[in-house]
Nanobody, 121 residues
Framework: QVQLVESGGGLVQPGGSLRLSCAASGSIFRINAMAWYRQAPGKQRELVALQPSGGSTNYADSVKGRFTISRDNAKNTVYLQMNSLKPEDTAVYYC???????????????WGQGTQVTVSS
């Protein structure tokens, strides 16, 4: 069993900052890519930031220069530092990871439960 548990969402004023965390746990052999997605009401889920196991990160154009994704491989945790937040950043943010499991070595795609981020004055 593999789980992704997110934390750090909440209500923040425009221009403020939040830091999201996502910890993976369970029978993990290796974590490949880790990413953050978001889904606003009435919209499709979109990729916000991607951190591969090797190589450079990728960001949605709308968050470049404001958001930073990082990983702590020792803790199986990915972070999303969000600065200069705007009302249009309001959404449920989901953690995503491509994980190779122990024993079976099967590679699967996993999602967290989501955490609400609301940017409003």
């Amino acid at each position: 069993q593999v789980q992704l548990v997110e934390s750090g969402g909440g209500l923040v004023q425009p221009g403020g900052s939040l830091r999201l965390s996502c910890a993976a746990s369970g029978s993990i052999f290796r974590i490949n890519a880790m990413a953050w997605y978001r889904q606003a009401p009435g919209k499709q889920r979109e990729l916000v930031a991607l951190q591969p196991s090797g190589g450079s990160t990728n960001y949605a154009d709308s968050v470049k220069g404001r958001f930073t994704i990082s990983r702590d491989n020792a803790k199986n945790t990915v972070y999303l530092q969000m600065n200069s937040l705007k009302p249009e950043d309001t959404a449920v943010y989901y953690c995503n990871a491509v994980i190779q499991r122990l024993a079976s070595l099967r590679v699967d795609n996993y999602w967290g439960q989501g955490t609400q981020v609301t940017v409003s004055s």
